[in-house]
């Protein structure tokens, strides 16, 4: 007979979460101790058949039907929801102990899947035989079995809304690391791994559309002095407020990045060099007239920016951010707290 199983992986973490839950499996006796009986006197009868299960076989599975339940006969069984590389579970069920019950009292479809843990054998019953025993035994038991279920009810219950913060703490987590790998952590920007990632693609993509690509690269004037004079965090309020600025002039598709020390980038796919030179004024004018205030003091700072186009300044992105780099020192040479797109008319030199 063919039977579904999971992999020896998803088998050995249930296994490993059984061994936790080991000592709380069997706490309670389960009123179906009395059916277990009650089958094995009558387990001749054609509508009582045993299942011999294999470790990690799929006994039940979620939202199938639930026309018939079984009583454990021997081995243990592991409840479970969702995903089995990452399962929520439910519970632990071993010897005398029935499942899919709900299903068939309810009748509805399963509300959660069962694997063997290891051999198991199962009595099978349908809803008619199990009625018939509720019918032959003493009242006190359908009493001892509305508890037992009631019970199980809000552990389940309780155990789905563990599961549910644990998955709401793993998305935090998860974001919050993807967001540290990709943004500066003091100013909230694209970091220059983020600018490394996405640079090469959107060139290939203008390349392909025929498009353009304004690259504009910006730099504190004379930022070590205000570190040395202010304090470094003087310096860290600066640079916040140039992000906070730049997020405010640029266009919702450009990428605004800090791409070191108090050097940023903003990549602006689709700008000519008007629209480019225009957003690195407004950027420039607006700075120069910004200040922040540290430990009571007024601190004002002015940006030199530089520009280049791809494909007018360059082939490559390489080419095309050099432009770009070249024209920022262009800025400062010529006396800093300006614009300059790059013209390839003049060579540059380091300058503070």
């Known amino acids: 007979m063919s039977f579904e199983t999971i ?6 973490n249930l296994l490993a979460s059984y061994a936790v839950h080991n ?50 006969r021997s081995g243990e069984t592991a409840i479970i929801k969702g995903d089995f590389q990452n399962p929520t579970i439910l519970g632990f069920r071993g010897v005398g102990d029935a499942l899919g019950e709900m299903a068939l009292l309810e009748n509805l479809p399963r509300s959660a899947t069962v694997i063997a843990l290891n051999a198991v054998s199962l009595w099978s019953l ?8 509720v019918g032959e ?32 703490q793993q998305v935090v987590v998860l974001e919050t690391l993807s967001k540290q790998a990709t943004h500066d952590p003091l100013t909230g920007l694209f970091n220059r791994r983020y600018l490394d990632q996405i640079l090469y693609g959107e060139i290939a993509h203008a390349r392909q559309n025929g498009s353009l690509v304004g690259i504009l690269m910006a730099d504190v004037d004379h930022f070590k002095k205000i ?31 800090r791409y070191g020390g108090e050097e940023f980038v903003i ?7 008007p629209t480019v030179s225009k957003c690195a004024e407004e950027i420039r004018a607006r700075f120069e007239m910004l200040s922040v205030i540290s430990e009571g003091r007024e601190i004002q700072a002015t940006l030199s920016l530089g520009a280049a186009i791809y494909p007018l300044h360059g082939p490559n992105v390489d080419e095309v951010f050099i432009h770009a780099d070249r024209a920022m020192y262009q800025a400062k040479q010529g006396g800093r707290n300006r614009v300059v797109v790059f013209s390839g008319e003049a060579d540059s030199k380091n300058v503070e």
């Open 7 to 12: 992999s020896s992986s998803e088998l050995d």
């Open 227 to 257: 570190n040395d004079n202010y304090g470094h965090k003087a310096g860290d309020l600066m640079l916040q407020a140039v992000g906070n600025l730049m997020k405010k002039c640029v266009r919702s598709a450009d990428i605004v990045c």
């Open 267 to 273: 990549v602006m796919p689709g700008a000519s060099a």
């Open 23 to 72: 000592e709380e499996q069997y706490q309670e006796e389960t009123p179906f101790l009395q059916l277990l009986a009650w089958i094995e006197i009558r387990k001749t009868d054609q509508s009582i058949t045993e299942r011999i299960c294999q470790p990690g076989e799929i006994i039940l599975r979620e939202d199938e039907d639930g026309d018939i339940f079984y009583v454990i």
């Open 137 to 168: 035994n003493h009242p006190s038991f359908s009493l001892d079995l509305m508890n037992m279920l009631s019970s199980r009810i809000r552990k389940a219950d309780e155990e789905r809304r563990r599961g549910y913060v644990r998955e709401k």
């Open 126 to 133: 349908s809803r008619a035989m199990f009625y018939q025993f």
